[in-house]
């Protein structure tokens, strides 16, 4: 499974609004929204008042967008995933979980390293546990030297746009974070333009490596 990283979205709107877990009972339409606050609209989270709904459906996701706005990042995703179902319903015990985000671009639409963080915990905090495995996987377009430079997601230092992220960690100090604590199974796979060994060679497809080869794409291929 490939699960996208920007799992907490603030400002969108979906179709449909059904409360989640603990929501408040407030009038009005509105998108389906977790928040930390009460107030019309639905809203799911901590500091909410109104009557405690004891049962909830988790909606067709089909076409939807859910929004969890108002709190921290893990706030955010954990309310989020909640009116989506659960991690449950999307991970399993067992699964390989590859996180793409988007790390080449460290200013606009730089993935949030603390909401990453809070999907990963998710995960493996997931009911019935977590035996699988989680790897952080990104091409920033640039071989393995210079991908490894301070201005990018994997060693970005606080000089190069990392206070306006998450000053805590980079994508590499995120890995290192869970296996100091006993959690080999979240991994970080940066894939390179290029290599400096035979093994890195261009390819079109995977026809074309030979076995322990890793390939990246050509400038101009053709399909």
Same mark, same amino acid.
């Given at each position: 499974?490939?699960? @996208? ?22 009038? @009005? ?11 019309? =609209? ?6 909410? @008042?109104?009557? &405690? ?75 019935? =546990?977590?035996?699988? &495995?989680?790897?952080?996987? &990104? ?9 490894? &430079? ?44 290029? @290599?400096?060994?035979?093994d890195w060679v261009p390819v079109n497809g995977p026809v074309d490596l030979s076995a322990g080869q890793h390939g990246w794409v050509r400038t101009t291929y053709t399909t």
């Amino acid at each position: 499974m490939v699960a @996208g990283a920007a799992m907490a979205e603030a400002g969108c709107d979906s179709e449909e609004q059904q409360p989640g877990p603990g929501a408040t009972g407030g009038s @009005g339409g509105g998108p389906q929204d977790a928040g930390t606050g009460g107030g019309s =609209g639905g809203q799911a989270g901590a500091g909410g @008042g109104g009557a &405690e709904v004891d049962a909830y459906t988790p909606p067709d996701l089909t076409n939807r967008v859910l929004v969890a706005r108002n709190g921290t990042p893990p706030e955010n995703v954990a309310n989020v995933l909640a009116l989506a179902g659960g991690i449950a319903r999307f991970i399993d015990q067992d699964d390989v979980v590859v996180l793409k985000p988007n790390g080449q671009w460290r200013r606009q639409g730089y993935t949030h390293t603390e909401c990453m963080k809070a999907l990963i915990d998710e995960i493996l905090a997931r009911p019935g =546990g977590f035996d699988g &495995e989680i790897i952080i996987a &990104e091409h920033i377009h640039r071989g393995p030297s210079a991908s490894m &430079e301070a201005q990018y997601c994997w060693n970005i230092s606080a000089g190069d746009n990392r206070l306006n992220n998450w000053p805590d960690m980079s994508y590499l100090e995120l890995v290192q974070h869970y296996h100091d604590n006993g959690v080999s199974n979240v991994t970080a796979s940066p894939l390179f333009d290029s @290599g400096t060994s035979p093994d890195w060679v261009p390819v079109n497809g995977p026809v074309d490596l030979s076995a322990g080869q890793h390939g990246w794409v050509r400038t101009t291929y053709t399909t």
